[in-house]
């Protein structure tokens, strides 16, 4: 379901889930676009006299409000695709964490870093109609927990994050070296 999103060029498309059969939670770590991959470009003007090119830019509160929306919106599209693919009822609830890659402006490197983390149940989830909700305001109400102001990147720990401790995990080996042709 979450590879067949269709989302722009920038958009990571990257993902981790675990399944918890015994409590039918999904847990789902999302990757998302950084604020600097947003587009910024509002216009180009042809300037006659000199034949050349004007771009006009949205300013940084702009790009700053418009990226922290676009967030919301992806955390509650993933969700509403997710329960609407369960066919089998197989959810009772997804934990949804969403991690952004960006450059950190005081180190000057590369971090991944969860700046939202929701928990819903499927029946709660069904009941919002998406066309006219407020995405933050739904994001809110449903006890989703981020900073008030997402495009500044503040860490937050998730609600449940996936368990790589799992004893049905095993280390791989190579068996090809160990194979007799004979």
Do not use: W
Request: glycine share 4%.
């Amino acid at each position: 379901v979450l590879s067949s999103s269709q989302y722009p060029n920038y958009f990571p498309q990257s993902f981790d889930i675990e399944y918890q059969d015994e409590t039918g939670i999904l847990v789902v770590n999302y990757a998302l676009p950084a604020i600097e991959h947003m587009p910024k470009l509002v216009e180009v003007k042809f300037i006659q006299s000199n034949r050349s090119f004007k771009e006009s830019f949205l300013t940084e509160k702009a790009v700053s409000s418009m990226y922290d929306e676009a967030i919301y919106q992806i955390i509650l599209r993933t969700l509403h695709e997710l329960f609407e693919a369960d066919v089998v009822d197989a959810l009772n609830s997804i934990v949804i964490n969403g991690f952004v890659t960006t450059i950190d402006k005081t180190t000057g490197n590369e971090v991944t870093t969860c700046i939202l983390s929701l928990q819903t149940k499927k029946e709660d989830f069904l009941k919002i109609n998406l066309a006219n909700v407020d995405s933050k305001a739904c994001f809110k109400a449903l006890k989703g927990i981020g900073s008030s102001k997402l495009h500044g990147m503040t860490a937050i720990a998730p609600i449940l994050n996936i368990n790589r401790e799992d004893h049905r995990f095993v280390d791989s080996y190579d068996v090809a070296d160990s194979l007799d042709y004979s």
